[in-house]
């Protein structure tokens, strides 16, 4: 079960008791199969968004009345899979829902790409929900982006791109690059593959990374391979470690733009006969909850993912209120995550 999902469920235990009846930690931990740490973690975060009140052993519900609805807030996100199905932007429609709550605010809708597509369909969207703000989670070049970037407003983008002029929350990937360079060549690789679905800042901080440890920077080792629809799927992560395991000089570790890319070439790897780390490093990006699951778990690169869904909503509530504000670029922080696929404990 999904945070979201309990904390919901918890929420509704509480408006079915009588006003001060206290909802025990133990109670809810054996109800939901988890640590009371877990349930008093859920408690704090509710109890700071204003929904329930804490006590020692337990909760119960918030005499704070609930915020009026100060507006509406429309989700696109630009992928071409399922919108419940991607395990990063999974979490941050988790902090963009978390934030909208507690300001106030409601979501008129989640689409993905695949909805809205063309200018059509783009034309649709904006006849059929009332909404006064638009968060964009990724970037694309579609005419379906473009017209509503020239038709509507206010819109903060959640992207990896610079160069647009809208609030943009932002994740430091370069620099989360050339740490996992860095690290990879203290282990003493030497030759260092990589596989994308695009070269954009992580890959930049790659090369980067290559050029400050003085290792090689060969085209064939670096693998930015064209995603099909539904994006960066594992199956792009087992292309590109087909492609560079029959290289003539092979790679030492492989350094993955993503998790799920990571998760596909580690299992192309094992199924072919090379043992991870042992014959070969793997290291992923974006730290999805998967990534700890992996045999053996993956080093990888942790982004905020639910803080930056937060500030996503925090952002365009500004802007909804404040239609003059200045555009802000955030960038969030990132950090390495040491577990034995790169071949160090952690």
Wanted: glycine residues 8%.
């Amino acid at each position: 079960m999904k945070k979201f999902e309990r904390q919901s469920l918890i929420l509704e235990r509480a408006q079915d008791t009588a006003p001060q009846e206290l909802l025990s930690t133990r109670d809810l931990a054996q109800q939901f199969a988890v640590s009371e740490t877990t349930i008093r973690r859920d408690f704090q975060e509710m109890a700071e968004a204003g929904l329930i009140q804490r006590q020692y052993g337990g909760a119960y519900q918030s005499k704070t009345p609930q915020a009026t609805n100060r507006g509406h807030v429309g989700v696109l996100l630009v992928s071409r899979i399922d919108k419940y199905r991607d395990p990063f932007y999974n979490m941050v429609l988790e902090g963009v829902d978390r934030a909208l709550e507690r300001l106030g605010y409601q979501i008129a809708f989640v689409k993905t790409l695949h909805e809205v597509d063309t200018t059509a369909q783009a034309s649709q969207l904006l006849d059929a929900y009332a909404f006064n703000g638009l968060i964009l989670l990724g970037t694309a070049g579609s005419d379906s982006i473009r017209y509503l970037r020239q038709r509507f407003s206010p819109i903060v983008t959640m992207t990896d791109k610079h160069d647009i002029e809208d609030d943009l929350v932002l994740f430091d990937g370069a620099r989360g690059m050339r740490l996992m360079v860095k690290h990879l060549a203290d282990l003493g690789h030497r030759r260092l593959g990589f596989i994308a679905g695009y070269d954009d800042i992580r890959y930049d901080g790659f090369l980067e990374g290559l050029a400050a440890c003085g290792l090689e920077s060969a085209p064939s080792l670096h693998q930015i391979l064209q995603p099909g629809p539904s994006g960066w799927t594992p199956d792009l992560g087992e292309r590109g470690a087909n492609n560079l395991m029959g290289l003539d000089r092979k790679p030492d570790a492989i350094v993955c733009a993503s998790d799920r890319l990571a998760i596909g070439a580690m299992r192309w790897l094992q199924s072919s006969g090379y043992q991870v780390p042992h014959d070969i490093a793997v290291t992923g990006f974006d730290n999805i909850p998967d990534s700890d699951f992996t045999y053996p778990p993956l080093t990888t690169v942790h982004v905020h993912k639910v803080r930056m869904g937060e500030i996503a909503a925090e952002r365009i509530a500004k802007r909804i209120e404040n239609p003059d504000d200045l555009f802000l670029k955030i960038t969030t922080p990132v950090s390495l995550v040491l577990r034995q696929s790169c071949g160090s404990q952690p």
